[in-house]
């Protein structure tokens, strides 16, 4: 059975500040997909990353990126110069499916809190 | 363009009645799929559905059911509401190309408060 670990339940730092979000996943699958989601008190997840299980490069957007790697089964983000805007949780989920059955199994998030 | 459209927003229902929510997906996405999320917990998977079949089921009692409409819209149904179905119910979207679901994005969801 896939499962995602997000140990860090709450964050907080003060703004400009660096701060990694960690996420360990578990599956059997050779191929799989890993995401990151962000959730602000509106409620919406918005779409972060896609990364697939083969592809190991580590990935910068912005101030946003990410580090994959497969020997630790894990798939960390990190927010560089940290900004009030960023206070949101954070969801890491997994997709094990190829196909049209494409179920995300979530962590349970990340709560961070950006202080001016 | 439109994201993914949930109705209604906030509903407050009775132990043992049954709700409608509806979602409308992004244009274009033929896929959808329904995700509980309770309180302090991460979103769980309940239905996808992909050209008017469903496609997976998650490990949700017979009194949720959902279907998918001609135009890719869906409604998720839930019967004999509990206390425990009190959640935020968010409906995906997503593109299916070639048999691949491709990353799916996520409606503003609909609070369910069971009294």
């Known amino acids: 059975a896939q499962k995602v670990t997000q140990a860090q339940t709450e964050i907080s730092v003060v703004e400009k500040e660096d701060v990694t979000l960690d996420c360990v996943y578990e599956?059997?699958?050779?191929?799989?997909?890993l995401f990151w989601y962000k959730q602000p008190p509106s409620g919406e997840l918005v779409f972060l990353i896609r990364?697939?299980?083969?592809?190991?490069q580590n990935e910068i957007s912005g101030r946003y990126s990410w580090n994959f790697q497969k020997s630790t089964s894990s798939f960390n983000f990190t927010i560089t110069a940290s900004q009030v805007v960023d206070s949101a949780v954070y969801f890491c989920a997994l997709s094990e499916s190829t196909g049209a059955n494409s179920k995300l199994t979530f962590g349970k998030g990340i709560t961070l809190s950006v202080r001016p | 363009d439109a994201g993914v459209t949930q109705s209604p927003t906030h509903l407050i229902k009775t132990r043992g009645q049954q709700v409608t929510l509806r979602c409308s997906p992004i244009?274009?996405?033929?896929?959808v799929s329904w995700y509980q999320q309770v309180l302090g917990q991460g979103p769980q998977f309940i239905f996808q559905y992909y050209e008017k079949e469903e496609r997976g089921r998650g490990n949700f009692p017979d009194r949720f059911s959902a279907r998918q409409f001609p135009n890719y819209s869906s409604e998720l149904n839930v019967n004999a509401l509990l206390l425990g179905d009190s959640a935020l119910y968010l409906c995906?979207?997503?593109?299916?190309?070639?048999?691949?679901?491709?990353?799916?994005?996520f409606g503003p969801g609909t609070r369910l408060t069971v009294t």
């Open positions: 599956t059997r699958d050779t191929t799989y997909y």
């Open positions: 990364r697939n299980s083969f592809d190991e």
């Open positions: 244009s274009g996405h033929k896929s």
């Open positions: 995906a979207s997503s593109v299916v190309r070639s048999g691949f679901t491709y990353e799916q994005y």
